[in-house]
């Protein structure tokens, strides 16, 4: 196992800040690379879709000025999540401007991510795709991806349901490239679990949410300090698709809990509520947030109790 050469010498940690729906802007993917984490964001934040354009420069120009104005840091290369299936109407669009900036990182979900492989790989991008089965890494590889992303069980957004010790030991058993680990990742600890069982990075998200760049409501990012545990819940009834969601943003959008945990997806009514900006998702990683901060000031964090994990003597050492 080895992180591929565009990551080499440009990472503080081996972290991804995975690209949220609706919270991942320039300003977050910007200073995440600055302090030597990868940045990402979907492409469909972008809206309308040209501004896909202009978000691609912004950052594209902004890290390199960085870069060369700083060469004793590392600077972390960015990426763009892009939809592969053919639901996605602007996907053709979104590649073109993929390939116009040659995103260094594609992160693929959702499809075949082989045609968009081809591409990337022309101009010497890398590809890692989404999985959360074993049976969905083994097709990603046969469409020639570069690493996996495994999303496992308490990972924010829409989660997989395995446990993470069991998937990426699965996958280990056919897969000696680069692998990111996603689900409930939240503190430096974390990341050094991941590299021990077997991943090369860990994959964060919910805990950038709560970061002073993440341009999401405030109170939002408030609800991740004041929840827990058993603050989530895992549900298919706002989009047709499981995920996690905050139980407080669920109430505070105006529906009764006591009768939405009783509902089916088509019995509910979200009344004025609109599923994707009024409720909120969360991994199971919220229970470990208590404070909103700067993204410098959380990898810095990171980056201390990554250090400790790594000095822990092992059992019976000593």
């Not at 989530?232 to 505070?252: E, K, M």
Request: charged share 20%; net charge negative; aromatic share 8%.
């Amino acid at each position: 196992m080895a992180l591929p050469d565009l990551f080499k010498g440009r990472l503080s940690l081996p972290v991804i800040c995975a690209p949220m729906f609706l919270v991942s802007s320039p300003r977050l993917v910007i200073n995440a690379c600055k302090n030597g984490i990868v940045g990402t964001f979907p492409a469909l934040n972008t809206r309308p879709q040209s501004l896909l354009d202009d978000w691609l420069s912004e950052i594209s120009l902004e890290l390199k000025a960085y870069a060369q104005a700083h060469p004793e840091l590392p600077v972390a290369p960015f990426g763009v999540n892009q939809v592969v299936h053919p639901s996605n109407s602007r996907l053709e669009a979104d590649r073109a401007l993929l390939k116009k900036h040659e995103v260094p990182l594609v992160i693929t979900s959702q499809g075949d991510p082989s045609e968009i492989v081809k591409e990337v790989h022309e101009w010497g991008g890398l590809v890692f795709h989404d999985v959360i089965y074993a049976a969905h890494a083994r097709k990603a590889i046969a469409a020639g991806v570069d690493g996996l992303i495994i999303v496992t069980a308490g990972a924010g957004g829409h989660g997989g349901t395995t446990n993470p010790i069991a998937l990426v030991r699965e996958i280990r058993t056919f897969w000696e490239g680069p692998l990111a680990l996603a689900g409930a990742i939240n503190d430096g600890y974390g990341i050094r679990a991941a590299e021990v069982l077997g991943a090369d990075m860990a994959y964060m998200g919910t805990r950038f949410i709560a970061t002073e760049e993440a341009e999401v409501d405030p109170v939002y990012k408030q609800m991740l300090v004041e929840s827990n545990l058993k603050d989530l819940i895992y549900t298919d009834a706002f989009t047709g698709v499981h995920c996690n969601y905050l139980l407080p943003s669920i109430a505070r959008a105006g529906i009764d809990l006591e009768r939405f945990q009783g509902k089916n997806a088509v019995d509910l009514d979200l009344g004025d509520s609109n599923a994707w900006k009024d409720i909120w998702s969360a991994g199971h990683g919220v229970s470990g947030i208590d404070a909103v901060m700067s993204v410098e000031a959380l990898v810095n964090q990171l980056k201390e109790e990554y250090a400790n994990a790594v000095s822990k003597p092992a059992f019976g050492a000593g």
